[in-house]
């Protein structure tokens, strides 16, 4: 005899997949607590299965929950793929677009997506949100964002996910930055020139601070990070004071030449720049105009980088 599924609590379960705690799912779904659980209860009566077992004072999937919350996400792609095939059918690129990025790509490329959206699509509303890569795809799969831009280092790999389709947008080339003339050390061409550097990077843990130390660990040291800064403005403050080095992403130099000097790195010096969606949407016209302007504006950046790039440091 065929089952009955209810969609609406078996989105429950795969927001409890993603999010980690029923407190999540609560606040993501504007319920409260006992009505999620409640639900879930409910589900678990509907299927004759235990769909939650504890752990500590969470819970967590059973085998069986983690079986149907794949079946679930290939359901709700299909209907990614419905909404895409209607929206193409009404030929309007309209509705609510939510984008999720990082700082660098935030300041360098969406203004002009902002601007070429406003003008191509007025009927477009764009919404923008600044967060962590791996929150930012966790919020793509849960349908907080249609669509986020994302950074991967040299070394580390592009796909994350089988539910998502991405696409790299730029490579951005990541040089070293020594202080400008006149401050300490100016004279550095290597990494390894720097082994006794006081060092500005990212956070622990985070994936730029992995490649940073990776690069630094080939050149024969480990790196004295004095600083540690998610900001990469902060970074290029620092090392224009005389007070730190650093890697700095080409992107930093789209409105301005830098005021720093940049050294060259070998072939791993680089970053992609890779946009995600949901599998599914990537024909949805939403989809497709967000990404085109993307595309336009990495073209820009491009240009302008080179020209800036071409200018001495003050």
Request: aromatic share 4%; hydrophobic share 45%; glycine share 4%.
């Amino acid at each position: 005899m065929a089952r009955h599924f209810d969609l609406h609590r078996l989105r429950l379960l795969r927001e409890l997949k993603h999010r980690g705690t029923i407190t999540a799912v609560a606040a993501a779904m504007s319920y409260s607590h006992s009505a999620v659980s409640q639900q879930l209860a409910v589900l678990e009566d509907e299927l004759g299965a235990a769909l939650l077992e504890p752990d500590g004072r969470r819970v967590r999937l059973t085998v069986q929950a983690e079986v149907l919350v794949r079946h679930v996400e290939a359901v709700l792609e299909r209907l990614d793929q419905a909404d895409a095939d209607l929206a193409r059918a009404v030929g309007d690129v309209a509705g609510t677009f939510r984008i999720a990025t990082f700082q660098t790509v935030m300041m360098a490329l969406i203004p002009s997506v902002l601007t070429a959206l406003r003008v191509d699509h007025p009927r477009l509303t764009l919404e923008l949100a600044h967060a962590d890569p791996d929150a930012a795809l966790s919020g793509l799969q849960v349908r907080e964002f249609d669509l986020i831009v994302d950074e991967v280092f040299a070394g580390q790999p592009l796909v994350r996910s089988t539910a998502v389709d991405q696409t790299v947008l730029r490579r951005d080339p990541i040089r070293l930055a020594v202080p400008p003339a006149g401050s300490h050390p100016t004279d550095a061409e290597r990494v390894s020139d720097l082994a006794r550097a006081d060092w500005v990077m990212e956070p622990a843990g985070s994936p730029a601070r992995e490649w940073a130390e990776r690069i630094c660990h080939a050149a024969g040291f480990r790196p004295n990070v004095r600083f540690e800064s998610p900001d990469m403005i902060v970074h290029e403050r620092l090392v224009r004071g005389g007070h730190a080095v650093a890697f700095l992403p080409d992107l930093l130099w789209v409105e301005a030449s830098p005021a720093v000097c940049l050294r060259e790195l070998p072939d791993s010096g680089y970053r992609d720049i890779v946009c995600s969606v949901r599998a599914g949407t990537s024909k949805h016209p939403s989809v497709r105009a967000a990404t085109s302007a993307l595309h336009a504006a990495c073209a820009e950046a491009d240009s302008a980088i080179a020209v800036n790039l071409a200018t001495p440091p003050r």
